[in-house]
């Protein structure tokens, strides 16, 4: 409940009241439209929000509240794009005073105009949340998870770290793994409240706000206080939740010691797949410890209305059909600006999760999945280094498989340590250089005549030369010079990347780029187009450099190829690849090698050893050269 003094309750129970709505508009553009009561059509507003769907308790929820209105307003309705509105119910006290409350700030959607009445639809800013996530791996905390979402969308936190982290499981990393059914920081909340045990709502400053499922009543609502009501004759209570494991393609079940209530199922929750199995089950019980305080009566009822309640809030209703012995909790409400508001809970019966076996609720939350439409990818990652030279090097090589005749996507991120060439630069500097000269007939030319004698004869005295010295007359005289200036910098590296695709060079497409020396990284993609069905396909990438070198260390070159149908594993097509390299040798009066044997050995699942060897016994002959060599036990000159 939003925080209100105790004579604003006792006001809002009482027999009569009277109270005044009041609100504002603000556009884009920082225009301000403020309104009152008399300039809202009378029966045309309301709010109205929820925490759940329409027929049992949720965990994870983040429904936006929504408002409608009809004013007698004169605003152009296209300057009232992504403007804010605010609502204020203000009630008189004993006293005369009147106390505000504050319902809320909704952002318009909808705004239409007839000849007199400006009509408007907003809703509150948990729409800013729909918006695409990355879908990148992210590791953190709730309120971690919190802030990533409340930054990307532009959204205020209603509660500090210290208050996230005293929930259950507020304190434990979680983990968003790339594979997931994330697409919009939406959906990251509602994963995130799932795991802390409540659900999310924008409050009525604004900010996002999480919330859980209480056992302590806010209030008591009579009889006199009800237009109608509805109660269900059964108390909904959860004693069991079921996780799906994608690992085990299992739906893991947890349950507390009497479990004779109904199970929630949390799907699959991305962020409950990573960790050993007994992270699992603590994240699991905990979330089971905060929704085993579920243990609501459902019910239905329109009331004279207290604007002070919010989503969550406990309830005692008695008098009349009600059990005052039981609790029950605002899971929707809708307020009627001058009239009643409605308020309900939902839940499902416990005794109909009796017809169920456990079998049953261990495989409810199984995925069904389509192995032909499933998405696929083949990751690589180099366990060696590589050094980029003036030849190609192949730093990347890819087998993969489909199903069906479909299209692929290849990505890559290579980093590069690059030693570009030194380049030599030389170049002539030329300027202007002022030499002062002394003029002729200065003191200092009249008064000297070499023997460091006066003009009596004498010897001057301490003070004469330095009074000569400053009373001498320079001119300027400016010569033109030009010096030849030499300097190395750092030069540029040059590297060129060539795809292959099945052995086939591609050509239409050669990535270059140009770096300095340091460390750079390679972003590479390519779509590969029909790709045949049911035989294993290779891709491959070279680099080379010129201007410079580089090398790839190992673990600095990722890459994947991802499509539809893909192949869990590559069909083998009965193709051996062998590459062989030898160390540089040089010919000096003959080639020392007498023959060259080569052995290689097959594994294959039979019982059969099979083997095979090559030898080369022949000896070459080499020519060409600028003299005559001899090979090695050859009667002659070749």
């Known amino acids: 409940m939003y925080p209100v003094s105790e004579a604003f309750l006792q ?114 800013r948990m729409l800013r949340f729909d918006r695409a996530f990355n879908g990148f791996e992210t590791i953190g905390t709730a309120y971690g998870m919190m802030a990533l979402c409340s930054t990307a969308c532009g959204v205020e936190l209603a509660q500090s770290q210290a208050e996230i982290e005293a929930l259950p499981n507020g304190s434990e990393l979680l983990s968003i793994y790339p594979e997931n059914d994330i697409e919009t920081y939406r959906d990251v909340l509602y994963f995130t409240a799932q795991v802390l045990g409540g659900f999310f709502c924008v409050n009525r400053e604004g900010k996002l706000e999480f919330r859980q499922y209480g056992e302590t009543p806010v209030m008591e609502i009579l009889q006199k206080h009800r237009f109608s009501s509805s109660f269900s004759d059964f108390v909904t209570r959860y004693t069991a939740v079921s996780s799906t494991n994608l690992r085990t393609q299992t739906s893991e079940y947890y349950a507390l010691e009497e479990d004779d209530g109904l199970t929630m199922n949390l799907g699959v929750n991305p962020l409950l797949q990573f960790g050993l199995e007994e992270t699992r089950a603590e994240l699991c019980g905990n979330i089971l410890t905060a929704l085993s305080a579920v243990n609501y009566v459902p019910f239905d009822s329109d009331t004279i209305g207290n604007p002070a309640l919010d989503l969550g809030d406990v309830l005692i209703f008695s008098g009349g059909q009600a059990d005052a012995r039981q609790i029950t909790c605002v899971t929707s409400f809708t307020v009627k600006i001058g009239g009643r508001q409605s308020l309900k809970c939902v839940g499902k019966n416990p005794r109909l999760s009796q017809a169920k076996s456990k079998n049953d609720k261990n495989i409810s939350g199984l995925l069904n999945q389509i192995e032909a439409g499933k998405i696929g990818i083949h990751t690589f990652t180099n366990v060696s280094e590589y050094s980029i030279g003036e030849t190609d090097v192949r730093i990347i090589s890819i087998e993969f498989a489909s199903k069906e005749e479909n299209h692929a996507q290849f990505f890559g991120q290579v980093v590069v340590d690059v030693a570009a060439d030194s380049v030599a630069r030389s170049v002539n500097a030329s300027g202007t250089i002022v030499i002062p000269f002394p003029s002729a007939g200065s003191g200092a030319a009249e008064g000297n005549d070499g023997t460091g004698d006066g003009p009596s004869g004498t010897e001057p005295e301490a003070g004469d030369t330095e009074d000569g010295a400053a009373g001498e007359e320079t001119t300027d005289i400016s010569v033109d010079v030009s010096l030849p200036v030499n300097w190395t910098e750092d030069g540029k590296a040059v590297c060129y990347v060539t795809f292959e695709l099945n052995n086939a060079e591609i050509l239409l497409h050669y990535p270059v780029e140009t770096w300095h020396s340091g460390k750079h990284i390679l972003s590479l993609y390519y779509p590969i187009e029909n790709i045949v069905p049911n035989i294993t396909n290779t891709f491959n990438v070279y680099l080379r450099m010129e201007g410079g070198s580089g090398s790839v260390g190992i673990g600095d070159c990722i890459a994947s190829i991802s499509g539809q149908a893909m192949a869990a594993a590559a069909a083998w097509d009965g193709r051996i690849d062998i590459e062989e390299s030898t160390a540089l040798f040089g010919i000096r009066g003959g080639l020392k090698a007498k023959g060259i044997s080569d052995t290689i050995a097959t594994e294959t699942m039979e019982l059969v050893q099979r083997s095979y060897t090559d030898t080369l016994a022949a000896k070459p002959g080499i020519g060409a050269f600028c003299r005559p060599v001899t090979l090695p036990g050859s009667g002659g000159t070749e």
């Not at 009152?36 to 929000?49: F, H, L, P, R």
């Not at 925490?51 to 009232?80: K, P």
Request: glycine fraction near 8%.
């Open 11 to 124: 006001a809002v129970q009482g027999n009569t009241r009277k109270y005044y709505w009041t609100g504002k508009i603000t556009t884009a553009a920082g225009a301000e439209y403020p309104f009152d009561q008399e300039d809202i059509v009378k029966g045309s507003g309301y709010i109205t929000a929820q925490c759940c769907g329409n027929s049992e308790i949720e965990l994870g929820a983040v429904y936006a509240a929504e408002m409608g209105i009809s004013l007698f307003l004169d605003i152009d309705r296209y300057t009232l794009e992504d403007a804010e509105m605010e609502l204020s119910y203000h009630l008189r006290l004993a006293d005369g005073t009147y106390e505000a409350v504050p319902m809320g700030i909704f952002e318009v959607s909808e705004a239409n105009r007839t000849v007199h009445v400006l009509e408007l639809k907003a809703y509150d």
